[in-house]
Nanobody
Framework: QVQLVESGGGLVQAGGSLRLSCAASGSIFSINAMSWYRQAPGNQRELVATISSLGATNYAGSVKGRFTISRDNAKNTMNLQMNSLKPEDTAVYYC??????????????WGRGTQVTVSS
């Protein structure tokens, strides 16, 4: 079994910064793409940023230039550095990963989320 655990959320004023982390653990052989999603109340879950196993990144237009996604393949971790935060960034942020297990099966996993609240 594989678990994803997010951390680093909290309350911050507009213009401030937060750094989210996602740690994967369990029966992991390797991890392909890792992503951050977010969901605000009343809204659908949306993709924020993705990073491939080789480090290629992609961002939603609303966060491009403000957020930076990174990963450490040796530690099975992923980070999201969020700068110049806006109230509209307020949401629960989720980690998602495509994991190849030690039995060589491939599955998609989600974390439980971490709350980010940006006050105006």
């Amino acid at each position: 079994q594989v678990q994803l655990v997010e951390s680093g959320g909290g309350l911050v004023q507009a213009g401030g910064s937060l750094r989210l982390s996602c740690a994967a653990s369990g029966s992991i052989f390797s991890i392909n793409a890792m992503s951050w999603y977010r969901q605000a109340p009343g809204n659908q879950r949306e993709l924020v940023a993705t990073i491939s196993s080789l480090g290629a990144t992609n961002y939603a237009g609303s966060v491009k230039g403000r957020f930076t996604i990174s990963r450490d393949n040796a530690k099975n971790t992923m980070n999201l550095q969020m700068n110049s935060l806006k109230p509209e960034d307020t949401a629960v942020y989720y980690c998602r990963a495509t994991v190849i297990s030690t039995t060589l099966s491939t599955n998609l996993y989600w974390g439980r989320g971490t709350q980010v609240t940006v006050s105006s």
